[in-house]
């Protein structure tokens, strides 16, 4: 009897405490897989003059440097973007009749990052006041090795193609956030081209 009379009572508390330790708004379902928190720079552009055929505006927490493998060729720059491990090629041709052929490559450089794109934009770019034609292309997907290409051209004298890289394996579905981010920078940079 005397051990009835203390078992009641603990089992009642140790009830109540189950009971109101529980949280019953618990979800618990797993957690979908998630990505690394990217933190983007401010906007801001300063304007890239030291190139001999072309200058536009570019962001400020990008380096401009010249062509590490093309060292004879001056007009030739690389955006490096090391907080996003990546960088835009540029590459500057003189026309003298061969328009044609410039543009020929553009087409086979896209083709072959076609093979891994779920899709393609493209626009064209037309600025009548610095005399500044071209086409901008974007392909989605996750293993595209450059998501953004685009030319450049007055065409009669200058030719640019650039593309963007990032120097991993691609996983553009976890970049997109930074893809967006440095499209509208390649906007800002394609708008404020200007031939020499």
Request: one cysteine or more.
């Amino acid at each position: 009897m005397r051990i009835s009379k203390f078992i009641i009572p603990l089992a009642v508390m140790v009830l109540a405490f189950v009971a109101f330790s529980c949280d019953r708004d618990t979800n618990y379902l797993p957690k979908p897989r998630g990505y690394f928190r990217i933190d983007l720079p401010e906007k801001a552009y300063g304007r890239v003059d030291t190139i001999e055929r072309y200058s536009f505006e570019c962001p400020q927490y990008a380096l401009v440097t010249p062509d590490p493998y093309s060292p004879n060729e001056k007009n030739w720059v690389n955006i490096e973007m090391p907080q996003f491990k990546g960088s835009i090629h540029l590459t500057h041709k003189p026309i003298d009749g061969n328009l044609g052929e410039y543009l020929e490559d553009v087409h086979t450089m896209v083709v072959k990052h076609l093979q891994k794109a779920n899709g393609m934009r493209d626009s064209l770019i037309v600025n009548e006041e610095h005399k500044v034609y071209g086409l901008f292309i974007e392909m989605d997907g996750k293993g595209v090795a450059t998501p953004m290409q685009f030319y450049l051209t007055d065409s009669t004298k200058n030719f640019v193609r650039g593309a963007l890289y990032f120097n991993f394996k691609p996983d553009n579905d976890s970049m997109q956030p930074v893809i967006r981010f440095i499209r509208e920078d390649i906007d800002h940079m394609i708008s404020t081209f200007e031939w020499k």
